[in-house]
């Protein structure tokens, strides 16, 4: 019964010679049959269990039966990949291609033996005749052209694939490779372009040519782009970032701001643009007291930001312009969320000292001390606020504190004595003045 149901389910697989069939004796055609259908079940069943070797000889008595069945030379080539003999796998299906041209898996079979050897030129080859059968071979494309570096053509096929089904993350980052080398932006520049003429409405191509104009420094033309993107789409976010640095070219803080106010909440645009954006309102703004709030504003929409602590990078910027004021109120926003940053405290308590807001820094420098009670810098800013402020019994008690943490820091030792000796001097000791600004003027002698 198991006989005829498998012969029922190959007769359409296989195809009988008409010559042989008129020649051939019913009985002789019968027992002929028979040879085959058992070697052809012995191949199969010896493949579901991996004896390929196996597998390959039954195939080859099936042969002797019927030398030109287009399947029998598929099933060998199976096998023969399967072994890796790859030779041999590739001239077996390409004599079932010739067989039954029309047969897309033997083609593919084909396919497979080129890729797994990486001849990736005769895969093109036969992905080019797959394509016939199915156009999502194309995708299979892509990547070959890629692999062949033959970036002209991969662009070309990836945007044809983006216009007709769609985009894909793996097309977008082959563009992406593509287009960071400038010979192929042309091209892609006067492909958006007629995407953009096609359909006004689509946002993303727009994004696409401001990018691309922007990295080839063709500023004029990325704001051009951006006009024409605000002008079909008034409520695009991405308009906004080419046109915000437009107005600050201009000088037009206020139009500048408002653009600005748009990129920085949207969630459409990535935190790269926003940190650019807001570093170029910083450089435009820092000698303009009139904007100190929008900038302030502006930083609030980093307080989430777990890369880039902003207040911090702004506050070492105007310390660095020696802006004390506004670098101090930096450093104190940092600080309300991050209080265990001792780099930050320090900045701040010299920003305090540079600025002579003496009150302040002793205030600070002892209430971080209650935290951090091992970090003589600490010590040292408070006496030094204290001894300004003439409380200077409080000056001497912090500073003696401090030394003993201070350990192999010649300069921070020196101001310890110097301090030390201004706080004895507002107490009257003249002979401990005079002690330890000689120590002092002792270890400038050896740092020297």
């Given at each position: 019964?198991?006989?005829?149901?498998?012969?029922?389910?190959?007769?359409?697989?296989?195809?009988?010679?008409?010559?042989?069939?008129?020649?051939?004796?019913?009985?002789?055609?019968?027992?002929?049959?028979?040879?085959?259908?058992?070697?052809?079940?012995?191949?199969?069943?010896?493949?579901?269990?991996?004896?390929?070797?196996?597998?390959?000889?039954?195939?080859?008595?099936?042969?002797?039966?019927?030398?030109?069945?287009?399947?029998?030379?598929?099933?060998?080539?199976?096998?023969?990949?399967?072994?890796?003999?790859?030779?041999?796998?590739?001239?077996?299906?390409?004599?079932?291609?010739?067989?039954?041209?029309?047969?897309?898996?033997f083609?593919?079979?084909?396919?497979?033996?080129?890729?797994?050897?990486?001849?990736?030129?005769k895969?093109?080859?036969?992905?080019?005749?797959?394509?016939?059968?199915?156009?999502?071979?194309?995708?299979?494309?892509?990547?070959?052209?890629?692999?062949?570096?033959?970036?002209?053509?991969?662009?070309?096929?990836?945007?044809?694939?983006?216009?007709?089904?769609?985009?894909?993350?793996?097309?977008?980052?082959y563009?992406?490779?593509?287009?960071?080398?400038?010979?192929?932006?042309?091209?892609?520049?006067?492909?958006?372009?007629?995407?953009?003429?096609?359909?006004?409405?689509?946002?993303a191509?727009?994004?696409?040519?401001?990018?691309?104009?922007?990295?080839?420094?063709?500023?004029e033309?990325?704001?051009?782009?951006?006009?024409?993107?605000?002008?079909?789409?008034?409520?695009?976010?991405?308009?906004?970032?080419?046109?915000?640095?437009?107005?600050?070219?201009?000088?037009?803080?206020?139009?500048?701001?408002?653009?600005?106010?748009?990129?920085?909440?949207?969630?459409?645009?990535?935190?790269?643009?926003?940190?650019?954006?807001?570093?170029?309102?910083?450089?435009?703004?820092?000698?303009?007291?009139?904007?100190?709030?929008?900038?302030?504003?502006?930083?609030?929409?980093?307080?989430?930001d777990?890369?880039?602590?902003?207040?911090k990078?702004?506050?070492?910027?105007?310390?660095?312009?020696?802006?004390?004021?506004?670098?101090?109120?930096f450093?104190?926003?940092?600080?309300?969320?991050?209080?265990?940053?001792?780099?930050?405290?320090?900045?701040?308590?010299?920003?305090?000292?540079e600025?002579?807001?003496?009150?302040v820094?002793?205030?600070?420098?002892?209430?971080?001390?209650?935290?951090?009670?091992?970090?003589?810098?600490?010590?040292?800013?408070?006496?030094?606020?204290?001894?300004?402020?003439?409380?200077?019994?409080?000056?001497?008690?912090?500073?003696?504190?401090?030394?003993?943490?201070?350990?192999?820091?010649?300069?921070?030792?020196?101001?310890?004595?110097i301090q030390?000796?201004?706080?004895?001097?507002?107490?009257?000791?003249?002979?401990?003045?005079?002690?330890?600004?000689?120590?002092?003027?002792?270890?400038?002698?050896?740092?020297?």
């Amino acid at each position: 019964m198991k006989k005829i149901i498998l012969v029922s389910l190959l007769l359409g697989m296989f195809c009988f010679p008409a010559s042989l069939l008129a020649q051939a004796e019913p009985e002789d055609i019968a027992s002929n049959e028979d040879k085959f259908q058992d070697s052809f079940y012995e191949a199969l069943r010896q493949k579901g269990i991996e004896n390929y070797d196996k597998a390959i000889e039954a195939l080859e008595k099936c042969q002797k039966e019927q030398p030109n069945n287009a399947t029998v030379f598929f099933e060998l080539g199976k096998n023969y990949f399967y072994l890796k003999n790859y030779d041999k796998s590739y001239e077996a299906y390409e004599n079932a291609t010739k067989i039954d041209s029309k047969n897309r898996w033997f083609w593919h079979g084909m396919y497979d033996v080129t890729y797994e050897t990486k001849d990736y030129n005769k895969s093109i080859t036969l992905v080019q005749k797959l394509i016939e059968f199915n156009d999502s071979y194309k995708e299979d494309l892509v990547s070959l052209y890629m692999y062949t570096k033959q970036y002209d053509k991969a662009l070309s096929l990836i945007n044809e694939l983006n216009e007709t089904i769609g985009k894909s993350d793996k097309r977008e980052l082959y563009k992406a490779d593509i287009l960071r080398d400038a010979k192929y932006q042309g091209s892609e520049k006067d492909n958006l372009i007629a995407l953009i003429k096609k359909n006004p409405k689509e946002e993303a191509n727009y994004i696409s040519l401001i990018y691309l104009y922007s990295s080839s420094n063709q500023e004029e033309k990325a704001l051009e782009v951006a006009k024409d993107l605000e002008k079909e789409i008034p409520t695009s976010d991405w308009a906004q970032v080419s046109l915000f640095k437009y107005h600050l070219s201009n000088n037009d803080g206020e139009k500048a701001i408002k653009s600005m106010n748009i990129v920085l909440p949207s969630a459409k645009i990535d935190a790269k643009i926003k940190h650019r954006v807001l570093n170029e309102f910083l450089l435009f703004s820092k000698d303009k007291p009139q904007y100190d709030a929008d900038l302030e504003k502006a930083i609030s929409y980093f307080d989430n930001d777990k890369e880039v602590k902003v207040n911090k990078e702004i506050g070492k910027f105007f310390y660095a312009k020696k802006n004390w004021s506004k670098s101090a109120r930096f450093f104190e926003n940092h600080l309300k969320n991050n209080p265990d940053d001792m780099e930050a405290t320090q900045l701040l308590l010299q920003a305090y000292t540079e600025n002579k807001q003496f009150d302040v820094l002793s205030k600070k420098a002892t209430e971080t001390i209650d935290l951090y009670p091992m970090q003589p810098q600490l010590y040292y800013y408070a006496g030094l606020g204290y001894n300004q402020v003439a409380n200077f019994k409080k000056a001497k008690e912090f500073l003696e504190m401090g030394l003993d943490y201070l350990v192999d820091d010649i300069a921070l030792e020196i101001n310890f004595n110097i301090q030390l000796g201004e706080a004895y001097a507002g107490l009257g000791d003249t002979k401990k003045k005079e002690t330890y600004f000689a120590k002092a003027e002792k270890l400038l002698k050896q740092k020297k």
